[in-house]
């Protein structure tokens, strides 16, 4: 994992002040969640936003006030037959999640190599 995060790191664009936003904002919400007493937090975000969102969340971070502008964002309605492209993935986040969270058996390892590198941590090299 570490070898795929370092490359991920190289490729990427620096940080904007958006970004650093957003990860300050994730960082107040979870610093608020373990100060109220949960004691399993579980934090999905994009590898982009990994080593900013790990910084933040080493200090305390004000509250955020309002919400980002976004330029450019529409709303489009999905061809029918995009949607097994597109919606795959949540429900099998959403059960892995409610089964741990129960302790139930864990979720058999899918066979996509994106949903089994996020659910083992092993990306293929």
Same mark, same amino acid.
């Given at each position: 994992m570490s070898a795929y995060l370092d490359a991920v790191r190289r490729a990427g %664009?620096?940080?904007?002040?958006?970004? @650093?936003?957003?990860?300050?904002?994730?960082a107040f919400h979870v610093r608020a969640l373990?100060?109220?007493?949960?004691?399993?937090?579980?934090?999905?975000?994009g590898l982009r936003h990994v080593d900013g969102f790990k910084a933040a969340l080493a200090t305390e971070q004000a509250a955020p006030l309002t919400p980002p502008v976004r330029?450019?964002? %529409?709303?489009?309605?999905?061809?029918? @037959?995009?949607?097994g492209e597109v919606l795959a993935e949540p429900p099998f986040y959403v059960a892995a999640y409610e089964a741990q969270r129960r302790g139930?058996?864990?979720?058999?390892v899918p066979r996509s190599p994106a949903l089994r590198a996020a659910t083992t941590g092993r990306f293929a090299s």
């Open positions: %664009r620096p940080a904007d002040d958006v970004d @650093e936003r957003r990860e300050a904002a994730m373990a100060a109220a007493g949960t004691s399993r937090i579980l934090v999905v975000l330029k450019n964002v %529409r709303l489009v309605h999905l061809h029918p @037959e995009s949607l139930l058996q864990p979720v058999a």
